[in-house]
Each structure stands twice: as C-alpha cells, then as structure tokens.
C-alpha cells in the first residue's frame, strides 16, 4: 500500500531564510509525487510535480524539490521565504497502478513565517 | 473557466437529516474525486470516479453514496449525517492521462450537531 510521512507538523521560520519541508513515501512500483499548498479557507493549489526525469523539479512561487529514490523522499525546498508562504502544505504519492489516478496525502506541516 | 466548484459552502446539519454535496467541474476531466478533511489527518478519499456512470469506493466510503450521472458533476450524499461526519469536504478533477495532478474545488465545510 503507499503512504505518505511527513514527519514536521508545524515549522517556523523567519521572513527570508531558507525553507525545507520533509516527505518521505512508500510506493511499490515508479511514484509520481506532488506538492500542494492550502492557505487558510481555501483549496488546494499545486506547487510541482515529479513523473520522470529530472530529479530537481521547479514549481510556481520559487518552490523546488528534489526526487531522492535511494531514500524515498522528496523534500520540498525555497531559498527565501516570504510571509506571504504561511500555509499548509501537503505532499502526495500516486502512480499508474490501481486505476483511478488515486493519490495519498501526507497529513500536512504547517508553515508559520515570522517578521 | 470556472475549474471545479462546489456547492454549499457551508452547511450546519443535525444528526440523522440528509444532504447532498455538489461537484462541477468545466475542464471536460475524466476523473473525479471526493476528499475529506481533519485536522492531522490530511486528506483521506471517499468515493472516486473515473467516468460517467462510475463510482468506486475510496479510503472512508462508509455512510456515504455518490453519483455520477453528468460527466461534469459529482455529487456525494450523506442519507443519515452523523457528528463523527463534521469535516471539510473537497472535490478534485483530473484527466485520465498525461496531466496527472488532480485539482481541487474550494471545500464544503459541514458541522453536524
């Protein structure tokens, strides 16, 4: 079965400095691994992606993270924070098997940003 | 385009009464999904649907029904609403091929007292 960990509910950081959120999966075959961001009362929003090929993927709003097979991870990333990034953010694992295009969710950390 | 969008935005309901959640969505997707959250639990699947006509069960199907009689509509029934059924619920869409991230509606927030 797949599943998602991330291992920090809430993380704080100061406006500026460097962000790093953990993801770690589980999945039997090839994943296909997401980012999600919610800010309060809305939605989901995609951030980025990884299907196949390079294991550094860009996302909007300067996000990035990198694909690590060898440790199951995929660890989402931005230089310079900005208040405007408090939110919570989700990573998701999916794939080709099982039919339906079904993704797990991690259960989320929290980004607070500091002034 | 509207993307997907969900109706009621919030609901109060009392234990036992009925009500049925709408999904539309205008991007002509294949797929579409039924989520809910809680807190520290993240998102968890319902029901799931991957054409007109079908539905499949997901993670936490119990005390709910879904239909897909449009292919741009989903809608997700609670007969017999229960507190333990407080949560906020979400639609997503995607295609069946290729562009594989799901996308999500704004949430249905539903208190049941």
């Known amino acids: 079965a797949q599943s998602v960990t991330q291992p920090d509910i809430h993380i704080t950081v100061s406006e500026g400095a460097s962000l790093e959120l953990r993801c770690n999966y589980s999945y039997g075959a090839t994943p296909y691994l997401f980012w999600y961001v919610q800010s309060p009362g809305q939605g989901l929003q995609l951030l980025l992606k990884?299907?196949?090929?390079?294991?550094l993927v860009q996302g909007i709003k300067g996000f990035e993270a990198e694909f690590k097979r060898s440790q199951s991870s995929f660890n989402l990333r931005k230089p310079s924070v900005h208040w405007s990034d408090a939110a919570e953010y989700f990573c998701a694992v999916g794939g080709v098997t099982g039919g339906g295009n079904k993704l797990t969710f991690g259960t989320g950390t929290q980004l607070k940003v500091e002034l | 385009n509207a993307g997907v969008t969900q109706t009621p935005k919030f609901r109060v309901l009392k234990t036992g009464q009925s009500m049925t959640l709408l999904c539309a969505q205008d991007?002509?997707?294949?797929?579409m999904y039924w989520y809910r959250q809680d807190p520290g639990m993240g998102l968890r699947l319902i029901h799931y649907s991957v054409g007109e006509g079908t539905t499949a069960k997901g993670e936490v199907p119990d005390g709910y029904n879904v239909s897909r009689l449009k292919k741009q509509n989903f809608l997700l029934g609670l007969e017999s609403a229960a507190p333990s059924q407080t949560s906020v619920y979400f639609c997503?869409?995607?295609?069946?091929?290729?562009?594989?991230?799901?996308?999500f509606g704004p949430g249905t927030r539903l208190t049941v007292t």
């Open positions: 990884y299907f196949s090929g390079d294991t």
């Open positions: 997503a869409s995607s295609y069946v091929e290729g562009a594989y991230e799901q996308y």
């Open positions: 991007m002509n997707h294949e797929y």
